[in-house]
């Protein structure tokens, strides 16, 4: 890639080697825009090219659009389309067509010839194939006049995109080292009803893309960016195409859609809370359709993928609020000149557990896991004689891994909610470590991640 300083210096055959390019085998474009230099930016160089084609004949004109392949032709099939022509093809997904689509192709690719007399033009890189296909009968509907002019908007389209495959858009100095954005707090309620069985799955999704989209950032080229409002709207077309067990295999559902879909995305970070409904006990028995909120913690999955490894799963819990009135101690530690905290062994416990545990392999038992986590969670809670904060963590860890075989690590974060005994000597009165007032702030936190050894 060179820089617009270094292409105003290039001589005219260099720079119509350089740019020629961006017009289908039409290098007479550059040529002619060669003695126009020099050119402040991309947007400069397009605009004056664009103003060289209006000037050209309609002969010439009508020449450039007859030097477009159709779309998955037989240029294509016989692997002799130009380079350019074959990376925006491949990003548009023709190079992956069903029999059924190639026909579709041909057909139009026809009746759009005998109409026009030239082929379809279509700026690739910014649609799908569906969306291509569908943009047929829309375009047949034109007068020639028109189309032809919609045509050209489609070259100029195209030749910005490959003026800024070549030419650098910004200053030599910066670089965009990393990108990434998506989309969050995606509501999504899913209803499986089966007889005799009704299930429910509420989820807040956050999805993040990674990859090829430095020119959106550097020259407000949005052709490759999938917009956040489309992500938004594939989780509801993803939750109503597929059915699922797990915020696991949902998200492992929509990372797999996006590298499939756009080849310019290289990773994919998908990141769902659950809400925990609960069925209501009707007789003793679970109600077929009927819910209650079981607390305010949330289950929690992610799936990190990229298109070199395997997916990276993690189950989760987040918010599961535990307090314990006995079997909790806190002695033996540092003292220095500022330390005014007093040492213990009867204390209240008190934490709000996020635990995010990590799975050695996809396409396990995601639901037995969780069931199995939490409940590990909570008896070691529960039954631990804890000597701190940190000694109950590894505790939960060390069981969480003996009983959850699929997981290889799982990390703990754990702020200490504190109850701070109240002095009730003004009062006359004394405190037998029965009475206290619950500090929000500041609080201690801990973390701690216990794999396997």
């Known amino acids: 890639m060179m820089t617009m ?102 057909r139009n690719n026809a009746r759009y010839r005998k109409k026009f007399e030239f082929p379809f033009v279509i700026c690739a890189r910014e649609h799908r194939k569906e969306a291509i296909l569908a943009a047929f009968p829309r375009r047949l509907a034109n007068t020639p006049a028109a189309e032809m002019q919609t045509a050209l908007a489609e070259v100029g389209k195209i030749a910005r995109l490959r003026l800024l495959d070549v030419v650098q858009e910004t200053s030599p100095m910066a670089t965009l080292s990393r990108n990434y954005y998506g989309k969050e707090q995606v509501r999504l309620t899913k209803v499986v009803r089966r007889a005799g069985e009704h299930l429910l799955f509420e989820f807040n999704v956050k999805i993040l893309l990674e990859g090829d989209f430095a020119r959106v950032y550097r020259a407000g080229d949005n052709a490759a960016c999938v917009p956040t409002d489309t992500m938004k709207n594939t989780v509801y077309a993803l939750g109503k195409a597929h059915d699922f067990a797990s915020p696991e295999q949902f998200a492992m559902l929509l990372a797999r859609h996006f ?20 069925r209501i006990a009707v007789a003793g028995k679970p109600h077929e359709h009927a819910f209650a909120r079981g607390s305010n913690a949330l289950r929690t999955a992610t799936v990190k993928q990229d298109r070199a490894n395997p997916p990276t799963v993690t189950g989760g819990i987040v918010g599961l609020e535990v307090v314990k009135t006995g079997q909790s101690a806190f002695e033996g530690f540092m003292v220095d000149p500022y330390t005014t905290l007093k040492p213990t062994t009867d204390r209240i416990l008190g934490t709000s557990i996020e635990a995010v545990w990590t799975f050695a392999a996809p396409g396990v038992d995601y639901n037995g896991t969780f069931a199995a986590a939490r409940r590990t969670i909570l008896e070691v809670f529960a039954t631990h004689q804890s000597l701190g904060v940190q000694h109950t963590l590894y505790a939960m860890g060390e069981a969480l891994l003996a009983a959850a075989p699929a997981v290889s690590k799982v990390a703990f974060t754990m702020p200490n909610q504190h109850r701070i005994l109240v002095n009730l000597e003004p009062l006359g009165m004394h405190n037998e470590n029965d009475v206290f007032v619950s500090a929000a702030e500041p609080f201690g936190v801990i973390f701690g991640e216990v794999s396997r050894g």
């Open 5 to 106: 300083e270094e292409l105003n210096g290039l001589a005219r055959e260099r720079f119509v080697a350089a740019v020629g390019h961006a017009f289908e085998h039409s290098p007479w474009i550059a040529e002619r825009t060669w003695a126009q230099r020099p050119f402040r930016d991309v947007t400069d160089l397009h605009a004056k090219m664009l103003a060289v084609l209006a000037a050209a004949a309609e002969a010439e004109r009508l020449e450039l659009l007859r030097a477009h392949p159709d779309l998955v032709g037989r240029l294509a099939r016989e692997g002799r389309l130009t380079a350019a022509s074959t990376g925006e093809q491949h990003a548009a997904g023709l190079a992956a067509v069903t029999p059924e689509e190639a026909a579709a192709f041909a």
């Open 259 to 278: 590298l499939e879909n756009f080849a310019h995305v290289a990773a994919v970070s998908v990141a769902i809370e659950q809400i925990l409904w609960e």
